[in-house]
């Protein structure tokens, strides 16, 4: 149950795009096509976002899009924004009833 | 849309138990499985337990896995966290959160648990 791994933190300029990196192994991510994304604002509950790997939320922005290879699942954000300044955290199905999350990214929107 | 509510945070001493609660006021929670996240002061998410639908299958962390028991009652649309043997290292906000086809995505607000002497 190790924590998948993220890059501690990643920045654009507005209007820019950024990925952010979510690596597991294949009892997790690569396996299976169940990864999820999380934006957390400081001091609020985490914001569902993305899930199976490439799915947006309702009323999630389509500037926000999600895919995988192998073991890496990657968060796109185009059009960086002000309010895109945020903390993000990627979460895997692990089998057996269990999840595993991101070590997460600070996103600075410079 | 569904909401949930956690209750039952607080300060307790080391070694100590507590019971976290959440309140759903959705009508088709018995048809979910839920989960418990925490997340420790300045740190990031982790997964501790969930339950499914008819409470026949319960998973944990491994760092909480005998000291911790969830449980839910779906006639009171209510999940719990019994947490016996705190130490510090579980000093974190709990967030009830509920499982759509094994992705997590709807959460409660949390609650604080704090465990010093």
């Known amino acids: 149950q190790s924590a998948l791994t993220q890059p501690a933190s990643v920045s654009g300029s507005p209007g820019q795009s950024i990925t952010i990196s979510c690596t597991g192994t294949?009892?997790?991510?690569?396996?299976?096509?169940?990864v999820s994304w999380y934006q957390q604002h400081p001091g609020k509950a985490p914001k569902f976002m993305i899930y199976?790997?490439?799915k947006r939320s309702s009323g999630v922005s389509v500037r926000f899009s999600g895919s995988k290879s192998g073991n890496t699942a990657t968060l796109t954000i185009s059009g960086l924004q002000a309010e895109d300044e945020a903390d993000y955290y990627c979460c895997s199905y692990a089998g057996s009833s269990t999840f595993v999350f991101g070590t997460g990214t600070k996103v600075t929107v410079l | 849309e569904e909401q949930l509510a956690e209750s039952g945070g607080g300060l307790v001493k080391p070694g100590g138990s507590l019971r976290l609660s959440c309140s759903s006021s959705?009508?088709?929670?018995?048809?979910?499985?839920m989960n418990w996240v925490r997340q420790a002061p300045g740190k990031g998410l982790e997964w501790v337990s969930s339950i499914s639908s008819s409470s026949g299958y319960i998973s944990y962390a491994d760092s909480v896995k005998g000291r911790f028991t969830i449980s839910r009652d779906n006639a009171k649309k209510s999940l719990f966290l019994q947490m016996n043997s705190l130490t510090a290292e579980d000093t974190a906000i709990y967030y009830c959160?509920?499982?759509?086809?094994?992705?997590?995505?709807?959460w409660g607000q949390g609650t604080t648990v704090t465990v010093s002497s």
């Open positions: 199976e790997v490439n």
């Open positions: 294949s009892s997790d991510v690569g396996i299976y096509n169940l």
């Open positions: 959705g009508v088709t929670f018995s048809s979910y499985s």
């Open positions: 959160a509920r499982d759509l086809s094994l992705s997590i995505d709807v």
